[in-house]
């Protein structure tokens, strides 16, 4: 319950503009800011820097440079040209070559064409260097857009991408089958979006049984899945079904925020179990970093410490 209002307060949160402007004039400035914990800085640079200390850990990283709802088309082409600009320097500094992207960042919210040819132009450059592109979820407007996006370059024969499925949504069971079908590799997460009871489980309890069925179906049907959680009972639930169904720990792996349950993440890796990084980066983390807060209200105290600190040195 406390839970669902603090996401709803933040959702609220992150489309405010004047927000967004002092976040964005006090947010990264300082190394030891509390956002830095959460993006990796705001050039790729940066990114790279955070993606060798997770790799000296043993731990694998996808890079995210944020970015999502841009509304005109030179903005989504834009990110296009940032993206495959910072994949050549990702490649070219010798870090894992694996990055998500938004689909509303490329163009969703102006239309389809433009979308799958920005998408395209991204996928062809991320084959040229052998990288691997996930395709995140957004909140459920979106949900059959992004799919239909998936399916449609799948089919015209990229296959160095995978899609993002949300337990939260009722639909999902259907979505994992349609691309368990197609042999594409899915990301299961909980599902970040305040979205309402008509579409998607409310209750906390609901989410996670969902989550468990849905893992299940992963583990019997689907190609190398992503368990992406920070929840202790969801990963204890994800060992022991791959034990039950026969898929040793190289043929998943788990995935985990940057920032978020530093212990686990190490625990997992001296486990035996492949753990990846999701190290997001840019300028435009405001939206990204009030998810995160969202969904851990405990947060909002550091943050209102970092701030009183940044101002008092600025
Ligand atoms: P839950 O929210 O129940 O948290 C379990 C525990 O994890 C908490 O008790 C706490 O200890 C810790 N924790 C979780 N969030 C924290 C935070 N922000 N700060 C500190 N501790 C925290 N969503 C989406 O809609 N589309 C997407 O494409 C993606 N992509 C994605 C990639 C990866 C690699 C991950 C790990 C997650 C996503 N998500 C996402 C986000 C996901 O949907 C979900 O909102 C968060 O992972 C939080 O849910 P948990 O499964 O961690 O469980």
């Known amino acids: 319950m406390i839970q669902a209002v603090a996401r709803a307060a933040f959702s609220v949160l992150a489309d405010s503009q004047s927000l967004k402007r002092a976040a964005s004039r006090y947010g990264l400035r300082r190394r030891d800011s509390f956002a830095r914990r959460f993006i990796a800085g705001e050039s790729v640079a940066d990114a790279i820097e955070a993606a060798r200390?997770?790799?000296a850990q043993g731990l694998t990283v996808t890079l995210d440079l944020l970015g999502e709802s841009v509304a005109a088309r030179d903005a989504a082409l834009r990110a296009v040209e940032q993206y495959i600009?910072?994949?050549a320097q990702i490649a070219r500094a010798g870090v894992g070559r694996n990055i998500s992207l938004k689909l509303t960042q490329l163009g969703l919210t102006i239309d389809r064409a433009t979308t799958v040819d920005n998408l395209r132009r991204v996928l062809d450059a991320a084959a040229a260097d052998d990288f691997f592109v996930r395709i995140d979820m957004e909140n459920s407007p979106y949900t059959d857009a992004t799919l239909d996006t998936f399916e449609t370059v799948w089919g015209i024969g990229y296959k160095n991408v995978g899609v993002v499925?949300?337990?939260?949504l009722r639909?999902?069971?259907?979505d994992i089958r349609r691309v368990n079908r197609l042999g594409g590799r899915v990301r299961l997460v909980k599902g970040a979006y305040r979205e309402p009871g008509e579409v998607a489980y409310r209750r906390k309890a609901d989410v996670d049984a969902a989550f468990i069925d849905l893992m299940t179906l992963l583990f019997k049907e689907g190609t190398y899945p992503a368990i992406a959680t920070h929840d202790p009972a969801m990963i204890d639930a994800a060992r022991r079904i791959a034990r039950?169904?026969?898929?040793?720990?190289d043929r998943f792996e788990f995935q985990m925020l940057y920032g978020v349950r530093r212990d686990l993440q190490t625990a997992l890796h001296r486990d035996g179990y492949r753990m990846r990084i999701y190290v997001p980066f840019g300028s435009e983390w405001f939206p990204y970093f009030m998810r995160r807060l969202g969904e851990r209200p405990a947060n909002v105290g550091f943050v209102i410490k970092s701030v009183l600190q940044e101002k008092r040195s600025l």
Not at 165 to 168: E, H, K, T, V
């Open 171 to 174: 639909r999902s069971e259907q």
């Open 53 to 55: 200390a997770l790799e």
């Open 244 to 249: 039950e169904t026969g898929v040793t720990p």
């Open 165 to 168: 499925i949300q337990s939260a």
């Open 85 to 87: 600009a910072s994949m």
